[in-house]
């Protein structure tokens, strides 16, 4: 009987397994994670990083925070005034996309005029005209709660559309960068359609689905639960923006959530996903050694430097950090070689001067700047050294070559562009004398401040939500540790935004310079870290000015540069004079740029953007990223 | 009947004090956290753009107006419990303005649907394989079993989730790896929508119940060999009853009474979401929303997950409590 028994149990079990197996056999294409019905030669298939979307039907991006950005509505549906890629771009790196022409501003800074392009069309057979810019702003100050009502609100007092194709922005005060609003680095003021919404009654509960589409590119269907996006190309795509540069080679696109970075490596593997836009350094080494994956740069270091520069941030409303001399000695307590290979494995281009070395910078403030760093000498308080050591990026190419092989290379110059030039020294000597000459006195091993309490730094990191980032923190608050200072991590997870915003911190890994990239006037971020915005203590900083930081000269250079236009090369000069400013004064240590692997599958497609072809960013939650699909092609 | 509907009337006010409090507590925890959302969104939309910094004082304050978070404590704690007893959890503060009570609709069948599927099944095989284990100790392929269920037991969830991924997504893919349906098939009750549920749900299906059995297996193994041990047992195989009606209807029956508190407990628990499987197998439920939220600071939404978990388990925990007597005559109603 027992027998018998188990002999049931045991059909049962396999009865199961095969069910479970046919089950899964019936559907291969299910399996492979591909949409259903559509060939996956017209396909290209990206990361959307924003992951799974909580309020997929939602389409108005011009309502704050409802829906996704990077789905594809921003990259190929909605279009705006100008765009600036990050790299060289297809034609130059400022693109007229939706304008005709760049703006063209009045003496004092206080009206901007526009010449639209004519013959572009909404998705649903509607022109584009003066009338939809005149809209877009209109409806965003009438209601003050959407996306870009704050901006518009404070700056135009009327738009006037002489005709179809002219828009000249009334503005309350001057402002020479007022175009930058609607200039896409990563996003801009999007263009709305003004006969979808003058027929809506609360546009910030307006859900815009189906989005009519301004791009090349239409809705074709999407994932109520958020999981994934297609977009169709456009029959009428020679009616867009994008259509200068010709037909887009993709006749869908599809933007999903691949999920955490294993699964990514591994549809990426299974030819499901053929760009990833961002992934751990230890995932793009394995995806390096499959033949199909390209990256930014053909070895090492892959990833694409993004016009963004992580660095250590000071709240210089602390005690401590009012002290020049403490921010510089904790600088020279820095081994960028150790932080660059606990932060990225060594795939990082390394700054010493508080600009990204991406883009147009490099040629523009960091090369020329290298014979300044060099002479650049620091008193400090016993003796002058000079910090600045131009071999650092050589360093790190020596270091890992053993490991690498012939993917680190061997000329200076692609040494530089790929790691960088130079940084400082680590002199714990001088880090000595500057503590002392600030009042600090080691007894035992442990720094004491001027008050006679324990120096105590605490560094604030994002943990798993910025795992290259917090590495690097950890990594410094060692090396702090070594010297006797009480450094500990503090470890804020989802709570950084907030914190960072109150100055709740000591210091934190994070940026407060971001640039163009492409182009290298500075105001994007140098704007905002004029005096007039700097927040009492405990009061909430508006963004950039993370470090809280305000000095006479800063703010000279910033009211110079609102002087001037967007393109005068005065600009640049101006930039090289933040630069020595902050090099002498030390408000945020720059470590390096931040470098996004985004990992490019050749199976398919192929001309994607890298750095041997800089014609876009290639980073998939990028507006700029829309120009990739004119370039790539079908592979043989 | 008159002392039944007593403890009925005692244990449904039990019910709704525990229900008060844990959403009272919820409440208060929520609105501890340091997160602003405010200051979420702020930093979602002007990341990447150039807005002024006096623009962004004027943004705050319309945020701050259009979320509700203006009043006094007092004003906003007495507006949420008015809306709850509404039903109403009010708008996502992160995906604004999408009702709290929609996000959930849409998150809870994904949830339910595995999380009940896998359960039962885990339920059904663990005690089934745990009881006949317990039954037939000498049976050596059901000691092999109780082995593996031991070995996998203390495995922690996501070595073997990423292994199922690994093993049926790569070196064999003949599995979906992500999402809760393929791609571009409309969701509804049509075959290919249908199918292509069923096939995305087994390899996180597969990975709660290879986890989940060992603990059934083991728990009603335990109590079959004390039962086995009953007096009652033995005078029935002394009388030469059918081993088959010994196991089903002397061993099984009895030893399964604590099992079906456990099982009211799980299902009541599944209202909590499986963070971890929706995670790494990317399939849409309430527990990555309520993880989505908590980092957005979205309270709304963080509130109406744990309050819907709180009302799952406590209803469960009050069956099972009502239907005991009535189930099992040694418990008594007094």
Known sequence: ?636 | MRGYLAYFAKRFGQFALVVFIGVNLAYVITHATPIDPVEQSIAVVTSFGNTAPEAIEHMRRSLQELYGLKGTPWEQYVTFWSRILRGDFGPSLSAFPTPVAALIARALPWTAGLLIVSTLITWVLGNLLGGLAGYYQKNRSLKLMGVVAMALHPVPYYIVALALLVAFGFLWPILPIGGGSAMNVPQGWNWPFVSSVVTHSILPALSLILLGLGSWFLGMRSLVSNVVTEDYVIYAEVAGVDSRRILGSYVMRNALVPQVTGLAMSLGGIFNGAVITEKVFGYPGLGSLLVDAVYAGDYGLVLGVTTVSILGVSVCVLVIDLLYPLLDPRVQVT
């Not at chain 1, 002058?384 to 690498?404: C, E, F, H, N, W």
Request: charged residues 25%; proline residues 7%; hydrophobic residues 40%.
């Open chain 1, 1 to 636: 009987m027992e027998e018998e028994t188990m002999k049931r149990i045991r059909a049962l079990l396999l009865a199961a397994c095969a069910l479970t197996l046919v089950g899964s056999l019936v559907s291969p294409a299910e399996a492979q994670g591909i949409p259903q019905n559509i060939p996956r030669k017209e396909l290209v298939i990206l990361e959307n990083p924003e992951g799974t979307i909580k309020n997929a039907g939602w389409f108005n991006i011009w309502a704050i925070n409802a829906g996704s950005q990077s789905n594809g509505l921003q990259q190929v549906a909605l279009d705006t005034l100008w765009y600036i890629d990050p790299e060289k771009g297809i034609d130059g790196a400022w693109d007229n996309s939706l304008a005709a022409d760049k703006p063209v501003y009045n003496a004092d800074f206080t009206e901007m005029r526009v010449k639209l392009r004519r013959g572009i069309f909404w998705s649903d057979g509607v022109e584009f005209s003066s009338a939809d810019v005149k809209a877009t702003v209109d409806i965003m100050i009438k209601n003050p709660s959407m996306r870009f009502s704050a901006v518009l609100i404070s700056n135009v007092a009327s738009v006037e559309t002489p005709d179809a194709e002219t828009v000249i922005f009334k503005l309350k005060k001057p402002n020479s960068r007022f175009h930058a609003n609607f200039t896409v680095r990563w996003a801009g003021i999007w263009i709305l359609p003004k006969h979808v919404f003058e027929k809506v009654e609360d546009p910030v509960k307006f859900d815009f689905n189906k989005p009519v589409s301004l791009g090349a590119y239409t809705l074709h269907s999407f994932d109520p639960d958020g999981k994934w996006y297609i977009w169709q190309r456009r029959e009428d795509w020679q009616r867009t923006t994008l259509g200068r540069f010709g037909q887009p080679a993709p006749r869908y696109l599809a933007y999903v959530d691949p999920g955490p970075p294993d699964k990514r490596v591994i549809a990426q593997l299974n030819k499901e996903l053929d760009v990833i836009h961002d992934i751990a350094p230890e995932g793009m080494f394995t995806l390096a050694k499959n033949k199909a994956t390209r990256a930014w740069f053909k070895g090492f270091p892959y990833g694409h430097p993004d016009p963004t520069l992580p660095a250590v941030v000071f709240n210089t409303q602390n005690e401590h950090f009012k002290n020049r001399d403490v921010r510089w000695a904790l600088a020279l307590l820095v081994d960028p070689k150790a932080v660059v290979m606990a932060a990225y494995r060594g795939a990082a281009t390394i700054s010493a001067i508080a600009v990204p070395p991406t883009g147009v910078h490099p040629e523009a403030y960091h090369l020329p700047m290298e014979a300044w760093l060099k002479d650049f000498e620091l008193d400090t308080g016993k003796r002058k050294i000079k910090p600045y050591d131009p071999t650092v990026g050589k360093q790190i190419a020596d270091m890992l070559r053993p490991s690498m092989g012939e993917q680190i290379p061997g000329d200076a110059n692609e040494i530089a562009r790929a790691f960088g030039t130079g940084w400082w020294k680590p002199d714990p000597q001088a880090a000595t004398e500057l503590l002392e000459r600030a009042g600090y006195k080691k007894q035992g091993n442990q720094w004491m401040g001027p008050d006679g309490k324990p120096f105590t730094v605490r560094l604030m990191v994002e943990g798993d939500l910025r795992p290259v980032m917090t590495r690097a923190g950890t990594m410094i608050v060692q090396q702090w540790r070594q010297f006797g200072i009480d450094a500990k991590v503090d470890l804020a997870q989802g709570t950084l935004l907030t914190r960072r915003a109150a100055g709740d911190f000591d210091s934190f890994i994070g940026w407060s310079v971001e640039t163009w990239g492409g182009h290298n006037d500075l105001s994007f971020f140098m704007d905002s870290w004029h005096s007039q915005f700097v927040a009492e203590p405990g009061k909430s900083q508006p963004l950039r000015n993370w470090q809280r930081w305000s000095h006479p000269q800063l703010d000279k250079l910033i009211e110079q540069t609102r002087s001037i236009g967007f393109d005068d090369p005065k600009g640049v000069e101006i930039g090289k004079e933040y630069v020595k400013l902050m090099v002498n004064e030390m408000p945020i240590i720059p470590l390096m740029a931040y470098n996004v692997f985004t990992a490019m599958d050749t199976t398919y497609w192929t001309g994607w953007p890298t750095a041997d072809n800089p014609y876009a960013n290639p980073v998939t939650n990028w507006g700029n990223s829309r120009y990739m699909f004119v370039k790539i092609k079908p592979a043989n």
